[in-house]
């Protein structure tokens, strides 16, 4: 897995599909050879070593070598200030202001598995036979720095990690300005930029450019990951599709601000840097101390954009998230909040959780407005105790009647704000992030506890431990619905998260049994750093289903079906005001953690009927879509059809879901489905219908009629129409 030719310094790691070679360079710095498709080890590569043919008058070079400039080198982690003119990976500031640096290469080691980040989340192993790790030590005698490159290659897996550690060793603080993850140069630019872009209610929709001379990037500084910009980006080949060609994923394990930097210079070659964010950053790093960097997980393929989807979803579930709830099934649940809002009381909860119980949901969420003086959002976060003229018998007291009637309880909280009309905000003030003697700019009427502060961490740890104690809790929704303003230091961004993922490891390893969700205004912060924590995320606000389409098909690019919220919520939709029908919005929440935020009080007997059978249907096949490899087959961005099929591991049965967004005329030959990811060999079922073997499925595909697709008997619309397919095979 990861080779060492120890006369000429080289470094070949190779997993499952990739090869990543580097080396040590004469002048003592790391260069890169190379990074693709696996190829044999061979005792050296300086043949990959390439210089270009530039007039040596017009570069900078080294003084004693004039044919030696780092302007023209792939490197692997490259330096401020000393002959190349590109974004570099790091940059440390002296005491005197000087921003130079010279890190050589001073040892290293291969070790089996791999290593934990210290206060970060991070990939994992669960045997050191998973995975083998390099480590590279730099080190520059004049700044007395340290630092270590780290590497991990997993086995049978087509997965590398890679992050960064400094190290002080000297006796004076020095300034971190810059600190990347990850810097990976290339040797062209024939690529296209594949990014998740968008903003509250459309959440990680599908961006792609084609790269230029220039730079090029996606970021974040709100001080978490955001709706806006997702902290994942893909350089593909322009002929590749989903089932074919080059494609290269980055995913940043951070919940913060970051960056994600493609720049290509003027001999054709593209660098990649991608890490915390340079802006509002800069750590003091100080005598005999550390500074870690996140993890990026790389993924190399050349089978195509849903091959490389399909190495993230596998090492996410597997090897990202943890505990209790890794590998089970989640519940189906209902949540209150697009039913009540703020008006509700005891009763009327536990009126809509036994008719929930009836109708076969599993898990009731009491959403926002349960605490304090909560009647609407402008007061009363921080209090986390119960509103006993809601809840009479508390949290504790409504939770048990709940259990008692054979369902599970839920709870949403949103520990990282504060009101300022709160007993909490009375009594600590200085809590609040601000400036002090300036004006606070308010999101959604709140502001932001600072988590850097030890005694606030403390607090909230505290406080969510007496609720989760009390009352029979099984399921949290973890809410965050503003981000960051007037930031008082530059260090401060990374501190809040830093403390936030303090809190969480704290709060998930005391609460195991706890199903916890992430979510930040929807999908503000659905990121794999929070995946390490709460292993589903609310994928979006926008419970539309025609958009959802978008958003459900965007997310699974980088993140699998398992970690999406996906819900069933009322018409007209409260964020479109389109009307769709149940079996629509039934259809596309299946492709995901399926869940209703209806009333289910108002559901009529036909209605409760169709309920019952679609919770039945998701019942049956919830293993298979939370736990089977998800396949992308119509792109809704780029056509008026979505589809997608869940295949189990074993390929003996499948789920299609098809969906038409708008009624086509005439459709010519279009009316079929070309499947994937079946076995070509096997014998399978469709609807209990027909049979065909897998090849046949695959190549002919699923052919529909005409008339049965497109021609209307009544008047209703034939647009947002859906299909669904279960196949199985014939034994």
């Not at 202001?97 to 598995?113: A, E, L, P, Q, T």
């Not at 960064?164 to 990850?182: I, Q, V, Y």
Request: hydrophobic content about 35%.
């Amino acid at each position: 897995m990861i080779y060492v030719n120890e006369s000429n310094k080289e470094f070949h790691l190779e997993n499952k599909g990739a090869s990543y070679i580097l080396n040590v360079m004469k002048n003592g710095q790391l260069g890169h050879l190379y990074y693709g498709k696996k190829i044999k080890h061979r005792d050296s590569f300086s043949h990959f070593f390439y210089q270009p043919e530039v007039g040596v008058g017009i570069i900078a070079h080294h003084e004693d070598d004039p044919g030696f400039s780092l302007e023209y080198f792939k490197q692997e982690y490259p330096s401020y200030g000393t002959t190349d003119f590109r974004k570099p990976a790091f940059e440390i500031e002296d005491i005197d202001g000087s921003r130079v640096s010279d890190f050589k290469y001073k040892s290293h080691k291969v070790y089996k598995g791999k290593n934990k980040l210290s206060g970060l989340p991070s990939t994992y192993v669960n045997s050191e036979d998973e995975a083998e790790t390099l480590e590279i030590i730099l080190e520059d005698e004049i700044l007395e720095t340290r630092v270590y490159l780290s590497y991990t290659v997993y086995n049978n897996r087509d997965i590398m990690t890679r992050n960064t550690k400094f190290e002080n060793f000297g006796n004076k603080t020095l300034k971190l300005n810059r600190a990347m993850s990850l810097s990976l140069d290339l040797p062209d630019y024939n690529y296209e930029m594949i990014h998740l872009s968008g903003a509250w209610a459309r959440e990680r929709f599908v961006k792609n450019r084609k790269l230029e001379i220039g730079s090029q990037y996606i970021d974040s500084t709100r001080g978490a990951s955001s709706a806006h910009q997702n902290p994942f980006v893909i350089l593909k080949r322009p002929e590749t599709t989903e089932n074919m060609g080059e494609a290269m994923g980055f995913a940043l394990v951070y919940s913060g601000n970051f960056l994600a930097h493609i720049e290509v210079d003027h001999f054709d070659s593209t660098r990649v840097t991608m890490g915390i964010n340079p802006f509002d950053f800069s750590w003091n790093l100080k005598a005999g101390e550390e500074f870690q960097t996140p993890e990026v997980v790389m993924v190399y393929t050349d089978k195509g954009l849903n091959s490389m989807s399909q190495s993230f979803h596998n090492i996410f579930r597997e090897r990202l998230v943890r505990g209790e709830w890794q590998y089970k099934e989640r519940p189906i649940l209902v949540n209150n909040w697009e039913a009540t809002y703020f008006d509700f009381n005891e009763e009327k909860i536990l009126e809509m959780a036994s008719k929930a119980k009836d109708l076969g949901f599993e898990l009731f969420v009491l959403d926002d407005g349960w605490f304090g003086k909560r009647n609407d959002d402008k007061t009363s976060l921080g209090d986390w105790f119960p509103n006993l003229e809601k809840l009479p018998n508390g949290i504790k007291g409504l939770g048990e009647k709940i259990v008692e009637n054979g369902m599970k309880f839920g709870l949403w909280f949103e520990p990282e704000m504060i009101s300022k009309e709160s007993e909490i905000y009375t009594k600590h003030p200085e809590w609040l992030i601000g400036v002090k003697n300036r004006k606070l700019s308010l999101g959604r009427n709140q502001y932001i506890l600072d988590l850097s502060k030890k005694e606030v961490r403390n607090y909230i740890i505290d406080i969510l431990s007496e609720r989760f104690s009390e009352a029979p809790i099984s399921y949290v929704k973890w809410d965050m619905n503003r981000n960051m303003t007037e930031i008082t230091y530059r260090d401060l961004p990374h501190k809040y998260i830093l403390g936030l993922y303090e809190v969480l490891e704290t709060i998930t390893q005391k609460y195991p049994h706890i199903l916890f969700e992430s979510c930040a205004s929807g999908g503000g912060r659905f990121d794999a750093g929070m995946l390490h924590y709460m292993p589903q995320v609310w994928t979006s606000d926008n419970t539309d289903a025609v958009v959802r389409l978008s958003i459900q098909h965007g997310t699974s690019y980088a993140y699998p079906l398992i970690s999406m919220g996906a819900h069933v919520s009322d018409i007209p939709n409260h964020q479109t005001a389109r009307k769709t029908s149940l079996e629509l919005r039934n259809r596309v929440a299946y492709f995901g953690n399926f869940g209703y935020e209806l009333n289910v009080l108002e559901f009529d007997s036909e209605v409760e009927k169709q309920v019952v059978e679609y919770l039945k249907f998701y019942k049956e096949n919830r293993k298979l879509i939370q736990f089977g490899d998800f396949y992308r087959i119509d792109n809704p961005f780029y056509g008026n059809t979505a589809t997608w099929i869940v295949v189990n591991k074993e390929k003996t049965e499948a789920l299609v879901g098809h969906f038409q967004i708008l009624a086509q005329p005439n459709p010519g030959y279009n009316n079929k489905i070309i499947l994937k990811g079946l076995d070509p060999e096997k014998k399978y079922k469709v609807n209990e219908k027909y049979e065909a073997y897998g090849d046949e499925l695959m190549n002919m595909g699923i052919v529909f009629s005409q008339p049965d697709r497109y021609f209307s008997k009544n008047s209703e619309t034939q647009d947002f129409k859906s299909r669904l397919f279960k196949i199985t095979e014939v034994r």
